[in-house]
């Protein structure tokens, strides 16, 4: 009995020591990245209400880009619609994007402080699965 619950003790703990799931981190990218109604005076609300700060702290992110676009848009850039960049895919049309940059630098989470910015750019963003996880730019502004 004693052998059971200790290969029991150990899966669990195995378990519950991996990182965030997959289904976890495209949520996070969702709630991040992705806002169709987002405008550049509202970098201030979104990023405090949506508690976006550096992963794994609590103080202001120096930048967040929102992709003013839906998740089914974004995420064909994942399904085919993309290409190939680097250890990204780069997605093939550009999208209106907010780029939001932290004005008070050293800031805590709910007092975080953002100058927006709109843009219309190529974005390359990281898939997993056929997901996208992880926004690591836009890149070729077109306007």
Known sequence: MRIPLACLLLLSTTVLSQPFSLNDRYKKFIEQHINAQMSANRCDAVIND???SKTGSNECKETNTFILSTTGHVRAICEGAGVPYGDMTRSTIPFP????????????????????????SY?????????????DRDIVVVN
Not at 97 to 120: D, M
Not at 123 to 135: D, K
């Open 97 to 120: 994007v907010v780029i939001c940059s932290l004005k008070n630098s050293g800031a805590r989470l709910r007092h975080c402080q953002y100058r927006g910015r709109p843009s219309t």
């Open 123 to 135: 974005i390359a963003i990281r898939c997993e699965n056929r997901l996208p996880v992880h926004f």
């Open 50 to 52: 949506r508690g976006i």
